[in-house]
């Protein structure tokens, strides 16, 4: 026997209100520079690392640069994003890139 959803016109009006979000960035969050990206992908989900590798301090190249067998890339941020809203993710991060592109090119000086 199956179940009937409520035909009411309040059930309607309410399985169709938008409810608005009001976005809050607390002011103590700490804003990091993400030099590197590493995307996991599981079952229902990816896993994006954002990490910073800060550049070593070099006093004396020609020791210095022996010296430094590796770098470390810093962990700075880990968001999970749900795999259904992976799409919606690169659509809304497509547009972005692609206007900063249109806005960086005509920026540019012309020649002339």
Not at 27 to 47: G, P
Not at 54 to 74: G, H, R, Y
């Amino acid at each position: 026997m199956s179940k009937k959803k409520p035909t009411t016109a309040a059930a309607k009006n309410q399985a169709e209100r938008n409810i608005p979000i009001e976005w809050h960035v607390p002011e103590d969050l700490i804003s990091r520079y993400a030099t590197n990206i590493i995307v996991q992908m599981s079952e229902n989900e990816f896993v994006i690392s954002f990490y910073e590798i800060p550049p070593p301090i070099i006093l004396n190249p020609v020791t210095d640069l022996e010296k430094l067998n590796s770098v470390t890339a810093e962990c700075v941020a880990r968001i999970i994003v749900a795999g259904n809203k992976m799409p919606e993710f690169l659509d809304v991060l497509t547009r972005q890139v692609a206007a900063y592109q249109e806005k960086k090119s005509q920026a540019k000086p012309s020649e002339s």
